[in-house]
Each structure stands twice: as C-alpha cells, then as structure tokens.
C-alpha cells in the first residue's frame, strides 16, 4: 500500500503571502496524484487533478507540479478564503489513499 | 450539474450493520465512465477511501474494510448504497459519497456523520 507523506502538517500564514505543501509518495504514483481543498463542515473539493492539471472553476492561483514521488501544491497570492485543510490523493494503485491532511490557519 | 446526497441514520449502535444510501441527481449514474465512491472521514481526522461501484455493478473495496463492506447500486432509483456489518466506535465517522471520473473525485456529497454507541 502507498503511503502518502504531507508537509507541512500545519502552517500559519498572512494574506497574499505564497504556500508551498509538499506530498511525497512511498513509491512512484507517475502523475496520478490529485490535490483537494476541505473547509471546516464541507466536503472536499477538487483543485488539482493528474499532478498539475487545474479543475473547472479553481481560481489560477493554485497550481500543482512533480511527478513519480515528489509533489507541489503552490497557492500564489494567499486569499482569506483560502483557510482550509488540503489533501493529496494518490489514484495509481489500490487502495486510493490520501495524505495526512495540510491545514492552513489565516494570520 | 451533479449533485450527490447521502441519507440514513446518524446512530447505529454496536455490532449492527451501518446502511447509508447516495442519491445521484442532476444526472444518470449510468453515464458512462464514471465510479460512485464511499470515502470517510474519522472526526478530526484524514479522508478513507472505503470502495467503488460501477453502474454495471463492479466493485473494488478497501482490503481494510474488505470483510465488512458492501456497495450495491441500483439504476432505477439512481442512488447507491454503502452497508457495513458489525460496526464499533471506530466505525463513527463522516461518510461521503463522491463520483470519481477515472481517478478522482470531481463532486462530492455534504457527508453525513455517523455514530456508533449504544
């Protein structure tokens, strides 16, 4: 089974500042990793999907990048709004399994 | 756009079987190319993924969770559904149902908090 490792597991951060989280898998997954955003009381919601490719809707200061084991969340030009808990998934072998969980406190 | 609900009772109580239904509108869950998930979420916790069905009725379920899961969809109704026997408190958790287009999940249900206790 892969084990997806998230860094930070928390970071406290300022308006317009830029994040960086990291997700490193046990092994390779290629490009089959997929970032999610979870506000406090909803469900997850997608951003990110096959490593760097934004979904619908998602404002263009996420990105994504890596490949194999190393991956990037980035959120450029950080958003009140942005105070969540973010999740790497990995979609290449079963079990899918998430990553521990980012959460980002809003200074 | 496709919106998914989960229902059922929020208190089950220990050893009986947990039985949650997803209902699918906005869209057909026989579209093509899509699996209808069960994903968890222990309070305060990360995200589980418990397993997958396709309309046509194949499954994958987490090894974990194996022995005591079982996902069953039905067309008519456009809903699907997650039991799981022989529940503890480690069972109390946040249930979703989401739909995963290949690899990920691009719509999720709000969840649904289920309590194991006697």
């Known amino acids: 089974e892969i084990v997806l490792t998230q860094s930070p597991d928390f970071q406290s951060v300022t308006p317009k500042e830029k994040v960086t989280i990291t997700c490193r898998a046990s092994?390779?997954?290629?490009?089959?990793l997929h970032w999610y955003q979870q506000k406090p009381d909803q469900s997850p919601k997608l951003l990110i999907k096959?490593?760097?490719q934004s979904f619908s809707g998602v404002p263009s200061r996420f990105s994504g990048s890596g490949s194999g084991t190393d991956f990037t969340l980035t959120i450029n030009s950080l958003e009140p709004e942005d105070a969540a808990t973010y999740y790497c998934?990995?979609?290449?072998?079963?079990?899918?399994?998430f990553g521990q969980g980012t959460r980002l406190e809003i200074k | 756009q496709v919106q998914l609900q989960e229902s059922g009772p929020g208190l089950v109580k220990p050893l009986q079987t947990l039985s949650l239904t997803c209902t699918v509108s906005?869209?057909?869950?026989?579209?093509?190319?899509?699996?209808w998930s069960w994903i968890r979420q222990h309070p305060g916790k990360g995200l589980e993924w418990i397993g997958n069905?396709?309309?046509?009725?194949?499954?994958y379920y987490n090894p974990s969770l194996k022995s005591r899961v079982s996902i069953s969809v039905d067309s008519s109704k456009n809903q699907f559904s997650l039991n799981l026997n022989s529940v503890t408190a480690a069972d109390t958790a946040v249930y979703y149902c989401?739909?995963?287009?290949?690899?990920?999940?691009?719509?999720w249900g709000q969840g649904t908090l289920v309590t194991v206790s006697s």
């Open positions: 069905i396709h309309y046509t009725g194949s499954t």
């Open positions: 096959y490593a760097s």
């Open positions: 989401a739909r995963i287009v290949r690899d990920y999940g691009d719509n």
């Open positions: 092994q390779s997954v290629g490009s089959n």
């Open positions: 906005g869209g057909s869950i026989t579209s093509g190319g899509y699996y």
């Open positions: 998934h990995q979609s290449s072998s079963l079990p899918h399994i």
